[in-house]
């Protein structure tokens, strides 16, 4: 990887973090407890408990990508950085470019 795609991974990697902060932020208001003096039909009260749970699912997958974020942010300067941790093989600049947080190329992902 040479520091042309480098610094443009660099800024995706920056932008895909503050957009999964700002995802973050919404998803902790949805997981907000409902309260049982709420004074909605018992349906209603099954479905935003529902809704709780999916969010709270969302949430915890978004953290986890906020977190494989910044670790690439901070070894993206290493040589190392792009490729894969499994087989050794650079990982393509376009998965990188999808999905900046990869660790393994394509074939070691699917294993």
Known sequence: MDAAERKKLKAKIKEAITKTEEKIAQL??????????????????????????????????AQRKLNSLNAALHKIDDPDFGNCSRCGNPIPSARLMYMPQSTRCVRCADA
């Open 28 to 61: 902790e208001d949805a997981t907000k407890p409902i309260a049982p003096e709420n004074s909605i039909g018992r349906v209603s009260r099954m479905d935003a408990i529902n809704n709780k749970s999916v969010a709270e699912a969302s949430l915890r997958t």
